[in-house]
């Protein structure tokens, strides 16, 4: 499972989801959704718009959590 990081590195450049949107050129309500459910999947275009806009890559955007199913495995 995978859960994006859109809110943190907003958060660590002190910015807002329109900057983003504006830098981006995608729109607002993507980046609302992006940053309200960490779990949404946009595209890799949007991610890669995103990404230039934060200054950072597709990967530090997206953080890789461990299955659900893997904690509940028998031993």
């Keep these: 499972m995978y859960r994006l990081r ?13 900057w983003l949107a504006l830098q981006a050129r995608v729109p607002e309500s993507l980046i609302r959704r992006m940053v309200k459910d960490p779990t949404y999947a946009p595209t890799y275009i949007t991610l890669a718009k995103v990404a230039k806009a934060l200054r950072v890559s597709v990967d530090a955007l997206i953080e890789e959590l461990p299955d659900e199913d893997e904690d509940h495995r028998p031993t």
């Design 6 to 18: 859109v809110k943190e590195h907003l958060e660590a450049l002190g910015k807002s989801q329109q």
